[in-house]
T-cell receptor, first 109, second 115 residues
Framework: QKEVEQNSGPLSVPEGAIASLNCTYS??????FFWYRQYSGKSPELIMF????GDKEDGRFTAQLNKASQYVSLLIRDSQPSDSATYLC?????????FGTGTSLTVIP | DAGVIQSPRHEVTEMGQEVTLRCKPI?????LFWYRQTMMRGLELLIY????????DSGMPEDRFSAKMPNASFSTLKIQPSEPRDSAVYFC?????????????FGPGTRLLVL
């Protein structure tokens, strides 16, 4: 069983819509959760991190964490073509770092 | 700050040759990570250092891979001998690991092609 699972997509949404990206993890000891964005040919860059159950909002991005269900999600409101990228979920149990394989998002103008 | 610096950015070599990848972490960061990314396997953690000491190298694929961090500002990942299946993008990332801040900052990556 993989430490982190993501739907690889591709996920396509129209411009202005809400994009919803999901991630599940296996280690209940995980305390830190991260969403990275990676444009084609570029390195991953951090979008958000979340430590506590519930929602965390930053501009158009909202991270949601549910430790009981072992899932973390990322919502992108008012999606823009510039949001088209691969989104990587990462978890940090016991100072290990595990990344999902990523979900490819395309925002259609 | 210049961010994480990696060199070379691209490397093309022939099977059997030695390859050395280099990384300079962000100044003040105490942890350094080496990742490999391929289409098939995604982003895989190879090894990470904390305060220049290797903490977990369970992701290193085999004895052909070795990594060192002689000081806080420099690390190398060496592949000897290289094989075509080692072709991938290798990322270095650094972080300041405390209980409150674990964000990793990635370098631009080294694109390795082994022929």
């Amino acid at each position: 069983q993989k430490e982190v699972e993501q739907n690889s997509g591709p996920l396509s949404v129209p411009e202005g819509a809400i994009a919803s990206l999901n991630c599940t993890y296996s280690d209940r000891g995980s305390q830190s959760f991260f969403w990275y964005r990676q444009y084609s040919g570029k390195s991953p860059e951090l979008i958000m991190f979340i430590y506590s159950n519930g929602d965390k909002e930053d501009g158009r991005f909202t991270a949601q964490l549910n430790k009981a269900s072992q899932y973390v999600s990322l919502l992108i409101r008012d999606s823009q073509p510039s949001d088209s990228a691969t989104y990587l979920c990462a978890v940090n149990p016991r100072n290990q770092f595990y990344f999902g394989t990523g979900t490819s998002l395309t925002v259609i103008p | 700050d210049a961010g994480v610096i990696q060199s070379p950015r691209h490397e093309v070599t022939e099977m059997g040759q030695e390859v050395t990848l280099r990384c300079k972490p962000i100044s003040g960061h105490n942890s350094l990570f080496w990742y490999r990314q391929t289409m098939m396997r995604g982003l895989e953690l190879l090894i990470y250092f904390n305060n220049n000491v290797p903490i977990d190298d369970s992701g290193m694929p085999e004895d052909r891979f070795s990594a060192k961090m002689p000081n806080a500002s420099f690390s190398t990942l060496k592949i000897q001998p290289s094989e075509p299946r080692d072709s991938a993008v290798y990322f270095c990332a650094s972080s300041f690991l405390t209980s409150g801040e674990e964000t990793q900052y990635f370098g631009p990556g080294t694109r390795l092609l082994v022929l």
